[in-house]
């Protein structure tokens, strides 16, 4: 058991589809023909990799980022944010995806989120009728040729199984773990094993029991640019992985820190389990930092990349958020 305490790239975007909406949107209704008629389309939600240039044509490490969608889940937004009857959005139900994201540079293999789509440890609402579960994060993996052998990080945001129900693998009736060569970071104030259910135990327990568990507080640099930032709100110990390049913007990938675009348009609203003042305290330091940089911003449950965009007015610096490449 380890404790650590510490105190841009351009990439070319592959396109896939983005969130949908229920009632009155197109676009879940297409998100779900997608789905049946080409099950493995998410396999090809990569960004490849490039020779990265700096506005002064500098050449820069190359990076490739890979989306990692495991399943699709529905919320209803007037449930989920307790919005009142009249709002533009009440009713709406959404389809979101549920993202890891996989980072290859130079000597690591890194892993953000172990997610897993699993329909018996989701409430029915969650789940959308019909849905057809793709294949698992490991099975994505092993078709892209991401060898689960040799991750060498793997950066858990948050405690909230879907982010890491993937941490083990069930071999000869044993359980073992996914990425048996992997540093596994997890912030100290989510580990609360005295809560634990069953599956908690047999994912980040095993890991834990492993050894490859580091328990981070506050912010760390994992080198190569890499570095764990703390953004509470979602959960006491929720972080974001930070990954800045010699020149040029960086990315960040924020795990829970928004799960739909209502967010973007007004700051008022958090997911109901959320807390209210630690969000709002984490979504402006993950502005003023991606705004100040250029960074693009991934999230678990919205398709991006995300940037934001800065303006000046009257009152000063207006930042909001922007979705796709500049």
């Known amino acids: 058991m380890e404790r650590l305490c510490q105190d841009g790239a351009w990439v070319t975007i592959a ?48 990076i490739e980022i ?10 209803d937004l007037s449930e989920i944010y307790h919005l009142p009857a009249d709002h533009e959005l009440a009713g709406v139900v959404a389809h979101l995806p549920v993202f890891s994201y996989h980072i290859s540079l130079p000597g690591r293999s890194v892993l953000v989120d172990a997610a897993d789509f699993d329909p018996k440890a989701m409430h029915k609402s969650f789940l959308v009728p019909g849905y057809v579960q793709p294949p ?13 052998e040799e991750v060498t990080d793997v950066v858990i945001t948050h405690a909230h199984y879907d982010h890491f129900g993937a941490l083990t693998k069930e071999v000869d009736g044993c359980l073992q773990p996914t990425f048996p060569s992997a540093r596994h970071y997890l912030n100290v104030a989510d580990w609360q094993p005295e809560r634990f259910e069953e599956r908690d135990q047999r994912t980040l327990g095993v890991v834990e029991q492993s050894s490859l568990l580091t328990f981070v507080e506050g912010s760390v640099d994992l080198q190569d640019g890499l570095s764990i930032l703390p953004l509470p709100g979602e959960t006491p110990g ?45 979504k402006e330091t993950l502005m003023r930092r991606a705004g100040a940089d250029g960074g693009f911003v991934y999230f678990t449950h919205m398709t991006g990349p995300y940037f934001v965009e800065l303006a000046e007015s009257a009152a000063g610096t207006v930042r909001s958020w922007q979705g796709g490449t500049r």
């Open 66 to 75: 890979t989306p990692l969608n495991v399943g699709k889940v529905q919320f």
């Open 238 to 282: 929720h972080q974001i992985l930070h990954l800045s390049q010699s020149e040029g913007p960086g990315c960040y990938f924020a795990g829970d820190l928004y799960h739909h675009q209502l967010e973007f348009v007004d700051t008022r609203w958090n997911v109901i389990w959320a807390d209210t003042t630690m969000m709002k305290a984490s």
């Open 15 to 62: 396109s896939f589809a983005g969130e949908g909406y229920l009632p009155g949107n197109c676009f879940a209704v297409l998100d779900d023909l997608l789905d049946w008629f080409c099950p493995n389309r998410f396999l090809t939600d990569r960004i490849e990799p490039t020779a990265l240039k700096g506005d002064k044509g500098t050449k820069m490490e190359s």
């Open 136 to 148: 698992t994060l490991l099975q994505q993996m092993d078709s892209l040729g991401i060898a689960a």
